[in-house]
C-alpha cells in the first residue's frame, strides 16, 4: 500500500513542482499560434487587396492613368501576346517587338481590326547589341509611351535541357535577349516616362525559378532571376517619379504546348492577362493569378531538401 499511495503523491509532488514550466509552454504555444494567425490573415488581406479588389472596385483608365502607348517585347509569346490583347482591349496602343515581325502582323491588324487602337510591329533582334534599338527609338518617338511588358522567352524544349547540351550560339543568344534586351529597353523608355511622371514597366518572368529543377539553367535562373533583381532595383530608383515597376512571376501556363492543358490551376494566357493587368499599380512583386500565388506560397514552405527529393523522385536522375 506504501508503494500504491506513493505514486500519486509523488506525481502531485512533481506536477506542483514543474506547474511554471506548463505555464511557460502554454504561453509560447499561444505566441506561435498568435504569429501564425497573424501571418494567415495578412496572406489573406493581401490575397484580397492585390487580386480581387482591383477587379471589383472601378479604376481609372489605363492610357489616362499610366499613357497611351505600350512597348511588348517578345510579343511572340503566347504570354505577351495576351497581354498585349488585353492593354488593346483597354484602349492602348501598340508597339509589338520580335526578332521576326512577319508572324505579328496579322496579328496586329486584328487587334486594331477590333478595339479600334493604332498597332506597330517592330523587328528588332536586341541580341545582337544596342544598334538594334535604334528600330525600337524610331517607333516610339513622338508617342506618349506609358507601358514597357518584357516576357522571358521560353523557347520550347530548348529551355529544359540541361545547360551543358545547350549550344554556345543558343546559350548566348537567349541570355542577350532576355537579359541585355530587357535592361535596354528600359534604358531607352524610362527617361521618357520619368520626365512626364507617369508609366508602368512590367517584367513577366518564370515565377518557378524560385525553386532549383533539373533543366532550365540559363533561362529560369539567369533571365526569370535578372528580370525579378532589375524590377526590384527600378522600383527604388523610380518610385518617387511616377512610374511603377511590376515583376510578374506566373507558374504554369496553358500556351497550346503539351503536354499542359487548360484548368483552373493552369490558365490559358487570356484568362492570365486579365488578372494580370488588373493588377497594375496595386502590387511590385505578384504571380497576376491568385491560384498562383496560393500555388507560390505553399512551394515556398515546402524545405529545399524535400523539393530536390521529389525533383529527382519525379524527374529521374540527369
Not at 494567425?37 to 492585390?50: E, I, K, M, W
Request: glycine share 10%; proline share 6%; with cysteine.
Amino acid at each position: 500500500m506504501a508503494a500504491v499511495d506513493g505514486f500519486p503523491l509523488l506525481y502531485a509532488e512533481i506536477r506542483r513542482s514543474c506547474s511554471g514550466y506548463y505555464e511557460g509552454l502554454a504561453l509560447l504555444g499561444a505566441a506561435c499560434a498568435a504569429r501564425w494567425g497573424a501571418a494567415l490573415l495578412r496572406d489573406c488581406c493581401g490575397l484580397l487587396t492585390v487580386h480581387f479588389l482591383p477587379r471589383m472596385l472601378p479604376r481609372t483608365k489605363l492610357s489616362h492613368r499610366f499613357g497611351a502607348w505600350a512597348v511588348v517585347h517578345g510579343a511572340s509569346e503566347p504570354v505577351a501576346r495576351a497581354y498585349a490583347e488585353e492593354l488593346a482591349r483597354n484602349g492602348v496602343s501598340l508597339v509589338l517587338v520580335a526578332p521576326d515581325a512577319a508572324p505579328l502582323r496579322d496579328a496586329a491588324a486584328l487587334l486594331s481590326q477590333n478595339y479600334g487602337v493604332e498597332t506597330v510591329v517592330v523587328a528588332a533582334d536586341l541580341s545582337v547589341g544596342a544598334a538594334a534599338g535604334k528600330a525600337v527609338r524610331d517607333a516610339v518617338r513622338g508617342r506618349d509611351v506609358g507601358f514597357l511588358v518584357t516576357s522571358v522567352e521560353e523557347c520550347g524544349g530548348a529551355a529544359r535541357r540541361p545547360l551543358a547540351e545547350a549550344s554556345e550560339e543558343r546559350l548566348l543568344e537567349l541570355l542577350s535577349r532576355n537579359v541585355a534586351g530587357a535592361a535596354l529597353l528600359a534604358r531607352l523608355l524610362l527617361p521618357g516616362m520619368a520626365a512626364r511622371g507617369r508609366g508602368a514597366v512590367v517584367y513577366i518572368s518564370l515565377g518557378g525559378s524560385c525553386r532549383p529543377a533539373p533543366g532550365g539553367a540559363a533561362l529560369a535562373a539567369a533571365a526569370s532571376g535578372f528580370l525579378e533583381r532589375l524590377a526590384a532595383a527600378l522600383q527604388l530608383e523610380y518610385r518617387r517619379k511616377g512610374v511603377f515597376i511590376q515583376s510578374l512571376t506566373p507558374l504554369q501556363i496553358c500556351s497550346g504546348r503539351p503536354p499542359w492543358r487548360a484548368s483552373w490551376l493552369v490558365p490559358r494566357p487570356d484568362v492570365y492577362a486579365r488578372h494580370a493587368v488588373a493588377t497594375l499599380g496595386v502590387s511590385n512583386r505578384t504571380t497576376g493569378y491568385w491560384p498562383h500565388t496560393l500555388q507560390l506560397g505553399l512551394m515556398r514552405k515546402v524545405p529545399e531538401w524535400a523539393w530536390l527529393l521529389g525533383s529527382l523522385v519525379f524527374t529521374g536522375p540527369s
